[in-house]
């Protein structure tokens, strides 16, 4: 972390996007405006993740933003865990509506509605349906990106006759958010289960993908739920099977939104700003000439010819030819996070060659002009895996395993604070009740981030109570 980050990590982070350009406030509590390099960022993610989606036989559809509160209350635990953060449209053309609309903070009840229209036979399963869109949360604090009012996000619904199939869907999605956090964002993660209190309202049970922010905190940068017949029963979700018999279908749910922005930030960012892996970057290489350059054509000719050969292999690259001084453009252009710069003056044209930068190295090296294409495109893949590999071990720093007791975890925190380091999440025992994890949090403010597939130890004790621990669980801070 850079000493920015470690002063005041939550106002470096948003200096940093507010001097990227990436998004501006609005008028609207906890409403922002993504301005285009933010957007494109999500563009990127969004194309990415629609590309796999569609490869497992989902399809897009759209479903309305206004839902009934009768809808809300076909489902207990659902309203339940919504019912703090929904905003309300009470009015509409100057008259009182005879009933409330909710803006969705997520969509089960309307679609759970109308898949009880749309499917009656087995033949009409599974359901597989995306949506990208819009929804709202009317959170009591709120940061860009990470915690907004309204966000952007997909939510994928669907609909299969047994268990076993809409299980193996939950799956199937949670690992695809794993793949592509990991291999486009360069954001390791922990996969796993939430515990009871942490799971998705209204679910039978919820998988999450965690990743660890460069102040310690977690990001839950995914979800996926299975929803069992709960929806299915709560809105009359039947289909006839080969016995020609009526069962309920089971359902699941899985989203990912905006935040995933955040999180890139808050992973790779240093002191001079944004730190974009290459897959994602809205301008992935950036020309510069330098030196007396207007006085020769030369220069600008090679790198017209660069900019057509980069253009040409698929790679988003601009050419800074403004009046701005070199050292002004470098400092710009680091602070937007590009991952490559390319400079280029009388000196380096004499010599056939140009000076390269990656934006996280501190190095630049010289390259022939003749191979420099080939040598930019390996240098974008070298960097995002460079990223992931330098996040990974970033994240085992500070994922502890030696804490076995809450006494063990209040000295671990004190300690980490008293010598300025982050304490980090803690592989911890957890008994099973819901009381002991409360208690925790209570006096840590650290929460069960997940229940892990592949624990790096077991643990055989509860930290709170000392009882045999039914579960090994990540326990950290987070946004």
């Known amino acids: 972390m850079t000493n920015q980050q470690k002063n005041d990590f939550t106002s470096w982070y948003i200096e940093t996007i507010q001097k990227a350009d990436l998004m501006d406030y609005t008028p609207v509590r906890g409403c922002i405006a993504f301005k285009p390099d933010g957007y494109e960022i999500w563009e990127h993610i969004k194309d990415e993740m629609d590309r796999r989606f569609k490869e497992t036989g989902h399809r897009n559809a759209y479903f309305p933003m206004l839902i009934p509160e009768n809808f809300f209350q076909k489902e207990k635990d659902h309203i339940e865990g919504f019912s703090p953060e929904l905003p309300w449209v009470t009015e509409a053309a100057g008259e009182k509506l005879e009933e409330r609309l ?68 939950t799956m199937q999605m949670l690992n695809i958010y794993k793949e592509i956090v990991e291999e486009l964002l360069a954001i390791p993660v922990y996969d796993g289960q939430k515990t009871p209190s942490e799971r998705f309202a209204g679910a039978v049970d919820t998988y999450s993908i965690e990743a660890m922010m460069k102040d310690g905190k977690a990001v839950q940068a995914g979800t996926s739920h299975y929803l069992g017949t709960k929806f299915a029963e709560a809105f009359d979700i039947k289909y006839l099977n080969k016995e020609n018999k009526h069962e309920f279908v089971h359902t699941t749910s899985w989203g990912t939104s905006t935040r995933l922005i955040g999180s890139v930030i808050m992973v790779h960012g240093d002191e001079q700003g944004l730190v974009l892996p290459p897959r994602i970057a809205p301008t992935q290489v950036v020309l510069i000439p330098v030196g007396p350059w207007k006085k020769n054509p030369e220069i600008m000719e090679k790198l017209d010819e660069l900019f057509a050969a980069l253009k040409a292999k698929g790679i988003r690259v601009r050419l800074d030819d403004s009046n701005q001084s070199p050292g002004y453009k470098f400092n710009e252009w680091e602070l ?20 390269i930068k990656a934006r996280d190295e501190d190095e630049k090296v010289a390259i022939d002009l003749p191979t420099i294409a080939d040598h930019i495109e390996g240098a974008l893949q070298t960097m995002q895996t460079r990223l992931l590999e330098k996040a990974r071990a970033f994240r085992d720093m500070h994922s502890h395993t030696h804490v076995d007791t809450l006494q063990q975890l209040i000295k671990h925190i004190a300690d980490s604070t008293e010598n300025g380091e982050i304490p980090g999440w803690i592989l911890a025992g957890w008994c099973g009740d819901d009381a002991c994890e409360e208690h925790v949090k209570e006096e840590t403010k650290f929460t069960t981030r997940n229940i892990p597939f592949n624990p790096p130890a077991k643990k055989s004790t509860c930290i709170n109570c000392g009882k045999e621990a039914k579960h090994t669980v990540w326990f950290g801070r987070a946004y």
């Open 336 to 355: 937007k996070g590009v991952p490559i710069r390319v400079e280029l003056g009388p000196r380096d044209l004499e010599k056939n060659q140009a000076l």
């Open 102 to 169: 909710a803006l969705r903070p997520t969509s089960e009840t309307m679609i759970g509605h109308l898949y009880s229209d749309w499917i009656k036979s087995y033949r009409d399963l599974p359901v597989l349906i995306n949506q990208w869109a819009n929804v709202f949360r009317w959170e009591k604090k709120t940061l860009p990106f990470i915690r907004t009012s309204e966000f952007l996000w997909q939510e994928g619904h669907t609909a299969h006759e047994d268990e076993k199939e809409a299980r193996e869907e």
